[in-house]
């Protein structure tokens, strides 16, 4: 944060006790969870290959995924609000490495530092239609992350059952104790330096899309088996 934005002691004690809340709710849920994973040899590829990749999810759904993929030195850019502080706490607690910035404030250092970062071979996760929506709309930085950096995309879909949608911009998803949970890891798409934004985001949210579809349609089934 800016030195004047820096908060005060009242606001340090709220956000320290809310972060412990959140991450004790959160770690209890998502540790019940029964997770099914599909394509996480992919992640594991974009990992290996060290030469750098860019995770996309939907912001309503990171719970899961954030929990499952912990301790795996994944970086992800988070905004610098009050309310980024706080998911940005939860990420460092999972292992997460993280960029501040967004498109209201310092959003030029973040992309630049993030491309940097790309370039040597990270992987980040990103949320490209956060920090404030519109939900399910992929945003240009994404798109310009991808087609700078030259690094694949690799979009992931979830699907959980049962769960509560919060009332949220997002509809965030919380799971019940011991849900059932599937995340698809898709496969990589690649963005031309030259392509139209318009229709690299299309194909981004395409592909987000059709990985939460196949998440569903194994939810189903072996929801359906049992």
């Known amino acids: 944060m800016e030195e004047h934005d820096k908060p005060g002691l009242w606001d340090r004690v709220k956000t320290e006790l809310i972060f412990r809340v959140l991450w004790l709710v959160s770690t209890v849920l998502a540790a019940s969870v029964r997770f099914t994973v599909d394509g996480w040899e992919r992640l594991e590829k974009l990992i290996s290959d060290g030469r750098g990749g860019i995770v996309v999810l939907w912001h309503g759904v990171t719970m899961l995924p954030v929990y499952y993929c912990r301790n795996m030195g994944l970086y992800s850019i ?3 609000s009050r309310d980024g502080e ?3 706490r ?11 910035g967004s498109s209201a404030r310092r959003g030029m250092r973040a992309l630049l530092e993030s491309i940097r970062r790309l370039k040597e071979g990270a992987v980040m996760a990103v949320t490209p239609d956060g920090p404030k929506g519109p939900a399910r709309k992929v945003q240009p930085g994404t798109v ?3 087609q700078r950096s030259g690094c694949p995309v690799l979009p992931v879909g979830v699907a959980c059952r049962p769960c509560r949608r919060l009332a949220s911009w997002d509809s965030h998803l919380v799971p019940w104790p011991f849900a059932k949970a599937v995340i698809v890891f898709g496969e ?3 963005l031309a330096e030259d392509e139209d934004e318009k229709n690299a985001a299309e194909r981004i949210e395409d592909a987000i899309n059709a990985a939460e579809r196949r998440a569903e349609d194994i939810l189903g089934r072996e929801s359906g088996s049992e």
């Open 144 to 146: 310009h992350l991808a």
């Open 188 to 190: 990589p798409l690649y």
């Open 78 to 80: 988070v905004s610098l």
């Open 90 to 100: 939860i990420l460092r607690s999972r292992g997460f490495r993280t960029i501040r």
């Open 86 to 88: 706080l998911q940005n």
